[in-house]
């Protein structure tokens, strides 16, 4: 086995650079030596984490107790209409292979950090696409049985930033992600901003390549691709979900965002911008709770992200969150549901 033990703690491991150590890191970089790993874990009764690039984890400043396993396996089998990637395999990097072969689709999913493995946990989306829409199927190792299957997309319980992987988070093992393929190097513009930035309508059409650069530049300007010399990135991206609530109690003046087709909601429910509702409970961009002594603060171009530019810890990360939400709360009586995966900690409780 080549697996590698790594001498480092979470807040090395994940782009918001928080987080103590584990009982033990372990670097894997095929799938054979990933499903042995996981099985020796079960069999001594270590609890395991999976982590991929770290982009959306926030990890305790007591670390992890247990086997954090980070997973870095290789490999693209390519055939006409699908594409199977395994799970360590860089996000960015795939979308640039795929879009070098004449497949676009991926593009308005650029600039997303992390690994294929995660695509499907939280049914990454952005620009008017989910990554749910490109799936073929989703190769897993069953953590309690130890088999291997194959999850068609009805089977991952895909949704708005969610799936099974994230209901169930200790269940599976992402092994690979089988993507549909179909040439395309031209895309249907469907979300206002980025039409905006392009000079087109919504629904126009736009080469795939142009949609790529626009989307990093839309992206670079609001702190969401990870850039060592942009301090704001230091994040997990966006902190809180955009909460889905029924029409009428939609506050006046909020951005809404219709669900998808076919979401049995579609009539009845939107989703609102989490960004306005933050900044209209008072919470500026740029705003740190406790700036004397925490360098923590929401994201200074984007008021859903909490930023850590210098070495600030897990527990100011989880109290500027906690107070975040007790605003919206306060003001709205909406209660805003957290996006990155928390290890072992937890946002305080909402004062009702
Ligand atoms: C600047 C920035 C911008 C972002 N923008 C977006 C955005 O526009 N849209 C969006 O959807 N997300 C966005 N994110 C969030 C994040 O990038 C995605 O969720 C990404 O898919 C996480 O990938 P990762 O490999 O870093 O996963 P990690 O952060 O390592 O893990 C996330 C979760 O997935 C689990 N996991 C990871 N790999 C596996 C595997 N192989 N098997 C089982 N479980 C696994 C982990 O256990 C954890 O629960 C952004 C993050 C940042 C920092």
């Known amino acids: 086995m080549a697996i590698e033990f790594l001498d480092t703690q979470l807040s090395e491991l994940t782009t918001i650079r928080v987080g103590g150590g584990a009982d033990r890191i372990v670097r894997v970089t095929t799938e054979g030596e ?13 609890p395991v984490f999976i982590l991929g690039g770290g982009s959306n984890v926030v990890g305790a400043d ?36 795929a879009l070098d072969r004449g497949f676009g689709a991926f593009t308005p999913l650029s600039g997303i950090p992390g690994t294929v493995g995660a695509t499907p946990i939280q049914n990454i989306g952005a620009y008017g696409v989910e990554i749910s829409d490109l799936i073929e199927s989703v190769s897993v190792l069953d953590r309690e049985t130890l088999y291997q299957s194959e ?43 980025l039409a905006a930035v392009l000079g087109v309508a919504v629904g126009d059409r736009v080469s795939a390549t142009l949609v790529r650069d626009s989307v990093l530049q839309l992206r670079g300007s609001k702190s969401m691709v990870v850039d060592t010399s942009d301090a ?8 809180f979900i955009n909460p889905t609530v029924a029409r009428e109690v939609a506050p006046s003046g909020c951005p809404i965002y219709s669900l998808r087709m076919g979401d049995p909601r579609e009539d009845s429910h939107v989703k609102l911008s989490a960004a306005w509702l933050i900044e209209n409970a008072g919470i500026t961009k ?17 008021s859903l992200a909490i930023a850590n530019p210098e070495s600030g810890s897990a ?9 975040m939400r007790q605003k919206v709360y306060e003001h709205f009586g909406i209660e805003l549901e957290v996006e990155p995966v928390l290890v072992n900690c937890a946002l305080s409780d909402l004062t009702r």
């Open 151 to 193: 999850l068609r997309p009805e089977q991952c319980e895909f949704g708005y930033r969610t799936s099974i992987f994230k209901k169930q988070p200790d269940r599976y093992v992402v092994l690979a992600v089988t993507y549909l393929l179909s040439p395309t190097v031209e895309i249907d513009v469907k979300y206002p901003q």
């Open 232 to 239: 704001d990135s230091n994040s997990t991206g966006s902190f």
């Open 286 to 302: 740029g705003f740190s709770l406790h700036p004397e002594k925490s360098t923590i603060r929401v994201s200074r171009n984007h």
């Open 62 to 97: 007591s670390g992890f107790a247990g086997t954090v396993i980070v997973v870095a396996t290789t490999g693209m089998q390519w055939s006409e209409d699908r594409v199977r990637v395994s799970a360590g395999e860089d996000w960015e990097e795939f979308i640039v292979h």
């Open 315 to 323: 527990a100011e990360v989880i109290e500027l969150a906690s107070h």
């Open 34 to 46: 990933l499903v042995e790993l996981v099985a020796e874990c079960r069999q001594i009764g270590s």
